[in-house]
């Protein structure tokens, strides 16, 4: 079982809505916490080898990017080829998240899924179609659920 410290916890705390949209971001949470901001990125490198923290990256808001439509493709392929065409996929510049995902037969037979962002509804479908374009015969089928609305992208709430 993995224990935190309370130095982790105030890491945590301090972090968890995002980090502070500032040039030296770390400096300021060690301010903060009355740490240095080496301890802070060491110990936010630790928990993350551990797992405790997923990841740390920008999630950027793509309708104030001009980016209005938002498509989540998903995609039928042979599970043989999964891990080829999705890595093919997730480098393609205009796509922000590739993914496997379990198929839920018989109502879901996808297991590859890719986000596409467009500033307009031809966009995205030249994007789509150039997804379609890569899989060739490996695609069996797709289907696109687009976004409506912005939900709020949270990570970990400790209390």
Known sequence: MITLDETDLAIMRATQAGLP??????QQ???QLGLTAETV???MAAMQKQ??????GAVP???KL?????????????????????????QLEFVSHCYHRPRHLPEWPYNLF????????????????????????SNLGCDVLYSTKILKKTGFRSR
């Open 114 to 137: 890719a986000m596409v962002h467009g500033k307009s509804q031809a966009d995205v479908d030249q994007q789509i179609q150039q997804i379609a374009d890569l899989l060739g015969e």
């Open 61 to 63: 808001n793509h309708y």
């Open 66 to 90: 001009g980016y209005r439509f938002n498509g989540m493709t998903v995609w039928n392929v042979p599970d043989k080829s999964i891990d080829e065409l999705g890595q093919e996929v997730g």
């Open 29 to 31: 949470i060690a301010g």
């Open 21 to 26: 949209l500032t040039p030296q971001p770390y």
């Open 51 to 56: 797992g405790i923290i997923r990841r740390i």
């Open 41 to 43: 990125m060491t110990r």
